[in-house]
């Protein structure tokens, strides 16, 4: 799993702001804990407009230190004036658009440096959307998901920010049917697990596991134990169909927890001892 980090990051599929309920974005504030939260809006093309209404969200939730990092251009990701703004952040969180304008303008900057510090000292990464894609080592920029992958259309993927290894995340998961791309990706590189995380629904990691959060489903596919796929082979019909086999599905829904080391979900309490726990008597 690489660099052992120390913070958590929660991982959110998208249209989070639609829970009457906000369970994930009141988890999101729960972290900072009286700190201060920071939306990065690096991913939008409306970064005012979404910095109003995520800080309108947080502020009736209850968090009351919040500050807004704007980055527009790579050169504003070098500025002290960016990086100050990050001082003292217990939360970071990335707002949803575009995965690559994070990557290409904070890439190794002194911002990104200023956010892996956080991370690494205990802090919370956020990011919903494009900003969820964006947390892990190789990312899907774009794949077709309305029919089954092709061996002749390869995905785009680039580098992420890597605070999360040997996954590929993929977001609006059920929603826009985006098996097949997953698919795709873990077929051309079985080491990594894929992760997809349906809208309202986010994966919370700390250490090596985590824990599912929200109303959808999340889907790790590993392909580390497959047997065959047609990828490789040599084929006029670029149109040809992906074949993999044995490869491995599991689906978690919340409360699930799935460790990412061994490669398996925990298997969730019994009736009998979540009552045994709460200090009732059982039947």
Not at 21 to 39: S, T, W
């Amino acid at each position: 799993m690489g660099k052992k980090k120390q913070g958590t990051l929660i991982i959110i599929g998208g249209a989070e702001k639609k829970d009457p309920e906000r369970k994930i974005l009141k988890e999101v504030a729960r972290q900072a804990n009286g700190g201060k939260l920071v939306v990065a809006t690096v991913a939008t093309e409306e970064p005012e407009e979404v910095w109003k209404e995520y800080r309108k969200i947080f502020q009736e939730i209850g968090v009351t230190k919040i500050d807004h990092l704007d980055v527009r251009i790579r050169e504003e990701a070098t500025s002290e004036d960016r990086v100050k703004i990050l001082k003292g952040a217990k939360v970071v969180f990335f707002t949803g658009g575009d995965q690559l304008k994070i990557t290409s303008q904070l890439g190794d900057s002194a911002v990104y440096q200023t956010v892996e510090k956080i991370f690494q000292e205990g802090g919370t990464v956020a990011g919903t959307s494009a900003g969820a894609s964006v947390m892990s080592e190789t990312m899907l920029v774009t794949g077709d998901a309305e029919q089954s992958h092709q061996i002749g259309k390869m995905l785009a993927m680039a580098p992420g920010l890597g605070f999360i290894q040997d996954v590929v995340v993929d977001q609006h998961f059920a929603e826009r049917g985006r098996l097949s791309r997953l698919l795709g990706a873990i077929a051309q590189n079985p080491r990594y697990m894929g992760m997809g995380i349906d809208e309202n629904t986010a994966v919370v990691v700390r250490g090596d596991s985590l824990e599912v959060l929200g109303s959808g489903a999340v889907y790790v596919l590993d392909g580390s134990g497959s047997t065959y796929s047609n990828l490789a082979e040599k084929d006029e019909d670029l149109d040809k169909t992906m074949a993999v086999f044995d490869v491995k599905l599991h689906v978690l829904s919340e409360g699930n927890r799935f460790n990412l080391v061994e490669r398996r979900p925990e298997l969730p309490p019994k009736p009998e001892e979540v009552a045994a726990s709460r200090g009732a008597k059982t039947t």
